[in-house]
């Protein structure tokens, strides 16, 4: 007799046990496709910066030539302003997006001053914005294909058990907005 309830107490033990491994694992799982997702992020915010530190160089350089634009230095100025203030990948994104929008307002304005293209300083930043706005198209890839994974597998039966048991949020996708698939014509060649 007690022999028999001991060992139904031992079943117990190891079902409990091998329960609380499996738990366990999967949220160790979730917990480093979480972070994965906020490395990602912080590549993307990271390749943000670089672009919004480029920009007040590029901002002076055209204002030397054309000092009579100034809603178009406005804008940048905002845009630049709002990504600072954001608190959120949305807000962060919506930023980035504004500030794409003055950008070719403020190529537009440079393709209307022959000698402000043949600039060398003009034409190094203009690079290097170039090279900064590949890295972010990289970078916001590589976030959403990770924000991808981590969304499938907090979906996904048995990590959705988990998951809701301890409140693993989704995480949203950066998407380009209808602005953003509109190819800019800028030629900064004469």
Known sequence: MIQDVLWIIGVVLVIVLLVAVFVFSIYNKLIVLRNRVE???????????????LIPNI???????????KSVFDEVTKAR?????A???????QASNMLTNALKSLFAVAEAYPE??????????????????DKIAYSRQFYNDTVMKYNISIQ????????????????????????????PKVNFES
């Open 156 to 183: 996904q039966i048995p990590n959705n058990i988990v998951a809701g048991m301890f409140h693993f949020e989704k995480k949203e996708l950066l998407e380009t907005t209808e602005e953003e698939k509109i190819t």
């Open 39 to 53: 490395n990602a992020w912080a590549q993307v915010d990271v390749q943000l910066k670089r672009r919004f530190d």
């Open 59 to 69: 901002v002076e350089t055209v204002k030397g030539y054309a000092k009579h634009e």
């Open 87 to 93: 608190s959120t990948v949305g807000e962060a994104a």
């Open 116 to 133: 402000l293209k043949a600039n060398e300083n003009f034409k190094q930043l203009q690079q290097e914005l170039s090279q900064t706005e």
């Open 81 to 85: 302003s709002a990504w600072m203030s």
